[in-house]
């Protein structure tokens, strides 16, 4: 079935490098996505969105890069910190017969190393 | 603390007992959300209101699983006759219309069936 899903489960960075996550989708109708970050016994944070309609948008230290050819959604985190540690999710807005809703990938662990 | 809340923080059932879960969303939002999370995985999307109306409810979703939200301001989960199944984190997000999608998430209620 279509799902969004994640290419590295896990990632290690040196503190001030720069870092990329990845997320790959298959359904070509999402209109809009969202990264979040996820510590240790605390719900989701939002970090950024994107509606398909841009490819790129900007936030503070992050960047989210859309290829809707490639259905291929990436977060960049410039300068990464200690604090950045955390589990990452993409999600995607599907709507379908049943209705509309978000459906989350299975994450990847960022662990910044000192 | 203005942020999402809920309670209680855990909860230990045994199995076949029924459980309620609160969540009281941002004051100003609309829109309330409720997910499912197991260990290593990504939320999972219950459903979905806005204001008062339930308007997405997960096909996955059991009947034993029902949500309220009665006067548009906090919302129950209630899940009947409990399975060690049903064993999760139980997520609430409330998020502003006029904002788009944009979701606060609370810090969860872990529920384990025993």
């Known amino acids: 079935g279509e799902s969004v899903g994640l290419h590295l489960p896990t990632l290690s960075v040196q503190e001030g490098d720069n870092s990329i996550i990845n997320c790959a989708y298959s359904?070509?109708?999402?209109?809009?996505f969202i990264w979040y970050k996820q510590e240790s016994g605390k719900g989701p944070q939002f970090i950024i969105d994107i509606r398909s309609n841009m490819d790129k948008r900007q936030g503070q230290r992050v960047t989210v890069l859309l290829n809707k050819t490639v259905k291929h959604l990436s977060l960049q985190i410039a300068a990464t910190q200690p604090g950045d540690s955390a589990v990452y999710f993409c999600?995607?807005?599907?709507?379908?017969?049943?209705?509309?809703?978000?459906?989350f990938g299975p994450g990847t662990r960022l662990s910044v190393l000192p | 603390d203005t942020g999402v809340s809920q309670n209680p923080r855990h909860k230990i059932t045994k199995r076949g007992q029924n459980v309620t879960f609160r969540c009281d969303p941002i004051?100003?939002?609309?829109?309330l959300y409720w997910y499912r999370q197991t260990l290593g995985q990504g939320p999972e999307f219950l459903t979905y209101?806005?204001?008062?109306?339930?308007?997405?409810k997960s096909r996955l979703l059991s009947d034993r699983f029902s949500a309220e939200r009665p006067k548009g301001s906090f919302s129950t989960l209630e899940i009947q006759r409990t399975e060690q199944g049903d064993s999760a984190m139980y997520l609430c997000?409330?998020?502003?219309?006029?904002?788009?999608?944009?979701?606060?998430f609370g810090p969860g209620t872990r529920l384990t069936v025993t």
């Open positions: 004051s100003e939002h609309n829109r």
């Open positions: 209101f806005q204001n008062e109306a339930q308007l997405e």
């Open positions: 999600a995607e807005k599907r709507e379908d017969n049943y209705g509309q809703n978000f459906v």
């Open positions: 359904n070509s109708a999402s209109d809009y």
């Open positions: 997000a409330s998020s502003l219309e006029v904002r788009g999608y944009e979701q606060y």
